[in-house]
Each structure stands twice: as structure tokens, then as C-alpha cells.
């Protein structure tokens, strides 16, 4: 996942506040028998490591716009077809291409020697030659936005301040503000910025991640080196010598823009087909790692727990539509574009739910539907229960290739993920196959599977999302 | 540490059956109470780790042969007399000199993607272009030595098998013999060697280390993956198709022959100065790291440790040699010189302990000196009692630049470090100081400080030390 992770409480009192033991969930006994044979296939081998597996050893790292991608897509479309997905199609994605081509940096005065730094996505490099500046250290982008204006002409700005290991992710919010600090670097005069990785590792890998220019500054190039790096720099910082970095980064958007794929694989419903349930993953990943936890994982789960849904004896009434977003990493462009390209059907949008932070086990289910349908995300709740997964009721938002369409009013459900440990390796080379296990995976399709189904074979609509609070 | 890391047994009978209660150690009251002293001082900040931050912050990577590495001279010939050295001394060590430039990997067929890897000290380069060759799998080194002979002619050979995390580190031995497998791989016809990074980590760092060429052999690149990309590679060609690599490495030999210096720093004793007990770590390191766990942590602790008995109200009878030694990585040239340099005063030798096994906690005193000293050894392992530390009689052998003296008479001791963690970092770009705990490094700044006090401070001579088996 791309996009700021900010502190998930939806202040829904709708949602809390309703009766719901007054109102029902209108399942057949079918369907509660077979979301239960659902819960149970999450404690034997779903088949999603091995999907996990396949798509990083056969493609590995797919940045989007590059060639890697293409082959995903149709990795992707294979995938589908050899799960018995009903109908498998491509939807299409344009955005700006961004290459990384060389990124090195080395400390020249006063103790020379190498750091190690990512370039984060969307910067420009440093014009064919590199640059030279002493560095002025910030504990965060707030303290550099308070630095007089002109203090930091001809230097490289560095904000050091360092992200909280939780299990929710709420420490990643306050960190990654800096990663979009170049602008407010550049106001004050700054020719390049650095930044302590976004990240809760101590690794010599540094992470990466889309970064945003404000209109109208300068663009400068930025950076991130690792936590390891970053402590060494304060260190020399703290000495008080200027200290002076050489950076050499080739990277920029190349003008162009490019279509690729959503690639779309849908179990289709037996009474009300053109209705869907969405869930899925993004395709895309960073270029540093094989984008295993982000989010082979993802794309995994939700191929698998279609596959699961698909191989009952019955189709549910509802169709499961599983998305394997186009880019998301450097702006949701996938979610956006089913957004956009789906916003005529919104009534069809029953309920969303992406998997998009990492392969750790889910412990809670949360949605944003409507009044008339809490009692079926009751339901689901407790079916899920034997998984180890708690409601939590008026909590959460949707991930963020549905948060587009959700900001509409498409309902949204969402299963969290432990991700005490997503932040270790999430955007870096760290982020492999060797981080992913197989037990978690099966049981987030398993739970994937059971919402989808009981969602998609309840006759209850699950009308409007109420709105979101801008807090997701 | 360097050298193939071979299970310690020292088979000495003679130690092992001494009546060492019969005998004595000949302590004054006062020695025993200033050991006392410093072992209590473990617990205090002794400044070992503000010395590994010193290092590893204004020197860094200190490859021998660099730039880097005469910078480390001169930091260490300052550190020495900034912590009140009575003298401070260089002795010059010659070596031929190798450099790393550049390294990359990729799979190019059938699954393209980059491979993270790192050069192999003393390897040849791919010749000024990439090699692309299909790739052949061996469990072992064992199993490479058996392919049939010309089998490999073309191909590039990948020894798969994983190290085996271990406390004291005998994991080591079995998986390196695979990083001096070129010449194996070499006679069979293969164009260059990957090798499984010998390491106990699942980070995408991967593991350098010296190789070595067999007589007469040709000489073919090696290089190691990270454990995570031997993975990749092992899921790869598990699908049976010809997994073709591209290898591109500039690094050798440059032909010269550089001289580099042991810097060495000397507590005086009173009685008899010329008798020495050595205590020392290397000062060179990898140049992927800053070489904060090997080795700024054995000179750091050494260092600490001399500085303590310096500080003591009167010297001991002899003197302590506290030595950082030069090039130890790419074959022990420090130890050598020293052993050679020295070789007419064996005699004064009485005691040598290098410490280069990381920065975890001291956990065993084991020592191979003349039957008439093990009482003085016995007394040294009462007094590092209250350290955590235990003896080990008849085990355990000497440091790798003590060990060329060792194996001609030098006693030596060892001061056995937690190296559970150690092959996590071992020659990565993540041997860093964030890996360091300052009270592990306290502990065994004390520890060194009373072995080696109460070893300068007995008059017993500690006469020449068992033959080593070759098993050390």
C-alpha cells in the first residue's frame, strides 16, 4: 500500500448506534453451512502461498509502467483462468511512467564514506551530475517548515525523525509526512532532500515510496536513506563539523504516459449477476523487492478465496468480482480508474474489500454499509469469529484501491491485518517471499471467502456507505 | 573473523588432567582485589561502545588497502594515546592489494529479474563484460565434486546449502567450505561460481568473505547471493527450465602489494615490561559495513580493557600489548606479521586472546597454556565468575591473529562470545552499530581487562601452550 495510512476511526454513529438485533440477515441455512465449510478450509492449505510463490519468482519485481508489469498482467489473466474464474478481462489504467535508473550517495566531509539511499518515487534525479551540500539535520518536517526562509540555500535538507513499530500501522501516518517534505525543503532554498526511511527495521534497505511536489516549488531530488544510515548521519551531524553529501540520482518521470491493466477475474452470480461484491489486491509493486507482502499477498488472498467461493456446489446470488489493481503504488491509479470507469453502477457495488497491508494474520472485521445491512455484516462477524477475528464495530475505512469508489458511497468492508512487522520490510529489497507465512495466508483467504460469500449470497442491499470521515 | 571457523575441541590432555588445586597462582591480595575492581566494572559504562560509534562513524568501511583503511591507522593511533597508552607503535604488515568496483546479477531467462549479490574477496572479475550462462544447482560442495568431469563447461555452478544458526558458531565450518568453491566449479568447466550467502539471516544483504583459488586451477568469479535471492533462484530452477543468469563483476587483484600497519598500544608493566599478554581485534573490515560487530567491537573491548589496567593505581609486572591488528580478512596479515615480526621472543609472549566473534556477551574462558600456569588460568576464571562467564577446560583455541603464534608455542586464551546473532550480519552492508548492545560490550571490555591484569600481574610463566590439534 501507497497511500498515507492515517488513524482509522470512521465516526459513523449510524452504524453503532443501530438495533441490530431487531433486523435480519435473511441467509439460507445453505449459505451459513457453507461459510462455515469456508472458515474451516482457512486451517488446511488454501493454495494463496503458492500463489504468493508463483507470482514472485515467475515475475517479481513489477513497477509499474515497466515491462515487468506487462508480464504480470498476464501472469494475472492465467492465474484467473486456471483458478475456473467464470470470466476473466482487463480493464484499462493510464498514468505517468517513472523509472529509477541509479541512485548512490557518500558522506565526502567530514568522514567519508557510502550511504545507502533509495530514491522515492516520483523525484527528479540530480540533472545528469551530482550534487554537493552540507546537510542540515530536522527531527521532523515540521521543525523544516519552521526554518526561516532562504536558511537552507544551496543545502540538502534531512529530517531524521524516526516511525513507532504498532500492530495497526497508526505509527506510519505521523512518519511519512516528511516523504512529501522536498517542497517545503526546496521553499526554503534547499537543492535535495533526504529523509530516515519511513520504516521500523533497523536493515541496511532502505524504503521507497511515492513522494508529491507542492505546485509551484522547485522540484529537487529526494531520498531516503536507511534507518542503519540515518543513525550514522545524526551521529556525524551531532559532531558539529559541517558535514557534506555527494548524491547521484538518475530517476525521474519520463513524459510519457502509459496504459496498463486492471485484470479482473469474476465468479458469476446465479440470481443477481450484475451485482458484485469487489475484493482484491494491487499488481503492481515497488521495484526493490518481489513485492511479496505488497501485496503478491493481497493479489493472492482474494484470487484465492474467489477460487474457493467459485468451487461450491451452488454460486452465490451475487457476483465476486476479484481486482488485481493496476498501479496503485504511485497514486491508486487502479482504484480510481474502477471508480471512474464503474461510477454509472454504483447500486451494482454491494461491498469492497481490499488486502493491502502485508500477509499477517487478520485479527479484526470492520465495514461502512448501510443501516439495513448491519445485521448480514453481523452475521458475517460471527462466522468469522472461529478464524480469530473480532468485530469492531463504527471502526476502520476501506483500503485504497476502493476508498475512491467508497468516498461515493460504495460499501466497504475491511479484515485488518496484523502489521507489527509490515513496516520492516514494506517499499524495500527486504520485501521477498522469505517474509510471507503460508498458515496467515490461508487464513485471510479463508476470511476473505466467508465475507465475500455471505455478502454476495445475502438478498439484503447493501445500500450507501455512510460518508467517510477523511480520518481512513 | 575470516577463517573457516572450525569446531573447537582442544584435545589437550595435558591441561585437562593437571591437579591444579596442588598448585598456585601466585596472586598478591591487592592483584586479586584490583581484578575484583575491574570485573565490578562491567556494569558501569566502560566506554567500549563510544569507541565502536567513533569508529565506525568517522572511519566506516575500512577495506584493507583503501583509503579508509590509513584513516583507521591514524584513528587508532590517536584513540590509543587519547586513552593514556604509555606507548604507541606501528609494525608494518604487507599484502597484496584487492578492490571491489562493481557487481550485478540478474536472471535474464526464463523468470527476468535482478539478483541482489556480492563479490567474493580475492575474486577476478567477469572480464570487462557480463558472463550469461545457464545456471547448474548443487546442494553442496560435496555434490559439486562429484559432477561428472566437463559437465559444467559453459554454465555458471550455484551451491545452494544453507548455514545453520548456532551459539558458537560451528554452523560456520560445514557451509564455508562452499565460498572456495570456484576452482572445483572451475575444473568441471563452469564459467563462475554463486554460492547461498553463508550467513543466518533472511535479509536481502548479502555475505562477502575471502575464497581462494586452487594451484594451477582457472581462476572463475565467485560471488554470493543474499539468502533470500538463493531462494528465488532455488524456486527457479526447481521449475526445470534452463535458468539463465547474467554476471557482471569488476574486481581483483590490482597486482600490488600495499603496506598497512598493526597499531599497537602498550600499558608498561613495572617488573617486567618485556613479557607481554596481547589482547587485540582487527582493525580492518569489509567494506560493506561499517564493521561496527567485525571488528570495532574487539578493538573497542581490547582497547577498554587496557585503558582500565592503565588506570589502576600501579602497573602489573608486565606489560599489556593491546594490538589492532591490520588485514585480518583477507588472511590473517596482521597475526602473520606479528607472529614473524616477533619470532625471536616467544618467550616474552606469555599470553594472547583476540577478540573477533561480534559484539554478544563473553560466556566461556577457555585457555591453552603450560601445566604450571592452569592454576593462574583457574584463578582468572573465579574472578570472571560474577561476569557470567564459565570456564571451559581442555576447549577452544585462539583468536585468528593470535593463531599463527599459537600453532608455534605462543599460550593463548579465548573469552568466548554469544554468536547466536553474529552470522545474521557477519560481512554485510548490515554490519552496523545499531547491532551493538553497550552492555554486552562493557561486560567484555571487564572481562579482557581482568583476564588479561591478572595474566600480566602473576609471576608464573605461562610457558608454551599445548600443540594445537587443527581443529581451532
Redesign the interface.
Known amino acids: 500500500m501507497s497511500i498515507p495510512f492515517r488513524a482509522c476511526i470512521l465516526a459513523s454513529a449510524i452504524v453503532a448506534s443501530l438495533p441490530s438485533q431487531a433486523a435480519d440477515a435473511k441467509l439460507d441455512k445453505r449459505t451459513v453451512t457453507n461459510a462455515t465449510t469456508l472458515a474451516t478450509a482457512g486451517a488446511q492449505d488454501t493454495g494463496a502461498y503458492a500463489i504468493v510463490?508463483s507470482l514472485?519468482?515467475?515475475?517479481?519485481?513489477r513497477l509499474a509502467g515497466s515491462a515487468?508489469y506487462d508480464r504480470a498482467t498476464k501472469w494475472a489473466e492465467e492465474k484467473f483462468k486456471s483458478l475456473g474464474y467464470d470470466r476473466v478481462y482487463l480493464e484499462p489504467v493510464s498514468f505517468p511512467t517513472w523509472e529509477r535508473h541509479h541512485e548512490s550517495a557518500e558522506v565526502i566531509a567530514p568522514?567519508?564514506?557510502?550511504l545507502?539511499i533509495t530514491t522515492l518515487g516520483g523525484s527528479v534525479g540530480t540533472g545528469g551530475k551530482p550534487i554537493e551540500a552540507d546537510i542540515v539535520e530536522f527531527a521532523t518536517i515540521e521543525a523544516l517548515k519552521l526554518a526561516p526562509a532562504g536558511s537552507l540555500a544551496g543545502k540538502i535538507a534531512y529530517i531524521s525523525n524516526r516511525m513507532e513499530r504498532t500492530k495497526d500501522g497508526h505509527g506510519y501516518g505521523p512518519a511519512v509526512a516528511a516523504r512529501s517534505g522536498a517542497s517545503a525543503a526546496a521553499d526554503k532554498g534547499a537543492v535535495a532532500l533526504v529523509i530516515r526511511s519511513i520504516g521500523t527495521d533497523?536493515?541496511?534497505?532502505p524504503h521507497t515510496g511515492m513522494q508529491r511536489y507542492a505546485e509551484g516549488s522547485t522540484k529537487i531530488p529526494a531520498a531516503a536513506l536507511s534507518?542503519?544510515d540515518a543513525?550514522?548521519l545524526s551521529?556525524?551531524v551531532r559532531?558539529g563539523k559541517p558535514v557534506t553529501l555527494r548524491l547521484d540520482i538518475d530517476a525521474g518521470h519520463t513524459g510519457a504516459t502509459k496504459t496498463e491493466y486492471n485484470v479482473i477475474g469474476e465468479i458469476r452470480g446465479r440470481k443477481l449477476p450484475e451485482e458484485v461484491v469487489v475484493i482484491g489486491g494491487h499488481l503492481d509493486s515497488w521495484d526493490l523487492?518481489?513485492g511479496a507482502i505488497d501485496d503478491a499477498s493481497g493479489v493472492a488472498i482474494t484470487m484465492t478465496a474467489g477460487a474457493m467461493i467459485g468451487r461450491l456446489d451452488k454460486a452465490p446470488l451475487r457476483t465476486i468480482r476479484v481486482i488485481a489493481f493496476a498501479n496503485e503504488e504511485q497514486g491508486v491509479f487502479g482504484g480510481r480508474a474502477y471508480a471512474e470507469t464503474h461510477k454509472a453502477e454504483l447500486d451494482l457495488q454491494q461491498l469492497g474489500a481490499e488486502s493491502d497491508f502485508g500477509a499477517g494474520r487478520i485479527y479484526s472485521f470492520r465495514a461502512g454499509v448501510a443501516a439495513e445491512a448491519v445485521p448480514v455484516i453481523e452475521q458475517i462477524a460471527r462466522l468469522l469469529e472461529p478464524l480469530g477475528i473480532a468485530y469492531e464495530a463504527g471502526k476502520g475505512g476501506p483500503g485504497p484501491d476502493i476508498e475512491p469508489f467508497a468516498k461515493v458511497g460504495m460499501p466497504w468492508a475491511q479484515l485488518a491485518q496484523d502489521g507489527t512487522d509490515y513496516f520492516d520490510y514494506h517499499h524495500?529489497?527486504?520485501d521477498?517471499?522469505?517474509?510471507v507465512d503460508a498458515k496467515a495466508l490461508d487464513q485471510q483467504a479463508a476470511a476473505y471467502a466467508v465475507m465475500a460469500y455471505v455478502a454476495a449470497d445475502s438478498p439484503v442491499d447493501f445500500g450507501r456507505a455512510p460518508p467517510l470521515t477523511g480520518e481512513e
Do not use: F, V
Not at 111 to 114: A, H, L, V
Not at 202 to 205: A, E, G, N, P, T
Open positions: 510463490e514472485t519468482t515467475e515475475i517479481g519485481p515487468a568522514y567519508p564514506q557510502r545507502i533497523s536493515d541496511r534497505l534507518n542503519p543513525d550514522l551521529n556525524m559532531r523487492g518481489t524495500t529489497a527486504n521477498t517471499l522469505d517474509k
